[in-house]
């Protein structure tokens, strides 16, 4: 598959198989991943996989963010959860918005690696990403941000809806103002 066949064919997948890549596996992946456009190679994200107890203490601090008891069931929707962490580093050159972009072109080129592994992978983000709760479960430092989580496992046999339409690109891509498209 080319990777203009895995971009076109992408989707996500909100329900998955309790089946997830091995370390080994997902450790090959994010190698790939990490060759993202990445001015001054300042590596501005960190990656953490929970599974099993994991998603269990995640889900307590979900709640905890949210003024709820017990644990929340959100990271239990899939065998492996893998957070996305932007990692800001001191840099006069890149901004910190940039640096933001490469931690999420990391998530996105790992998904996608990902799905033409043959898993499934939905990206799912929310308010409490930004809780105090959230962040001290998954041990974040002054200069870090949570992006939200890939949840990954394997593709079901049978998948509800279908392939996303393809996009227009044709009103998206312009010119500068005053110039006419070739």
Known sequence: ???????????SYSKVTDDAPTREELLRLVS?????????????WRLIELRGADRETLG????????????SSKPLRAPLLIAVVAHYRKSDKVPRWE???????????LSLLLDEAGWGVIWRTGGYTRSKAVAKAHGLGKNEEL????????KPAKAKGGRRK?????????????????
């Open 1 to 11: 598959m080319t990777a203009l066949e895995a971009a076109r064919t992408r989707r």
């Open 32 to 44: 790939a991943a990490g060759r993202v456009a990445d001015h001054s190679s300042l590596r501005p």
């Open 60 to 71: 307590r601090a979900i709640n905890k963010a949210n003024g709820d008891k017990g644990a």
């Open 99 to 109: 640096q933001e972009a490469v931690a999420s072109g990391v998530a996105h080129m």
């Open 147 to 154: 992006l939200g989580w890939l949840y990954v496992g394997g």
């Open 166 to 182: 393809a996009v227009d690109a044709r009103p998206l891509v312009t010119r500068m103002p005053g110039k006419k498209p070739a």
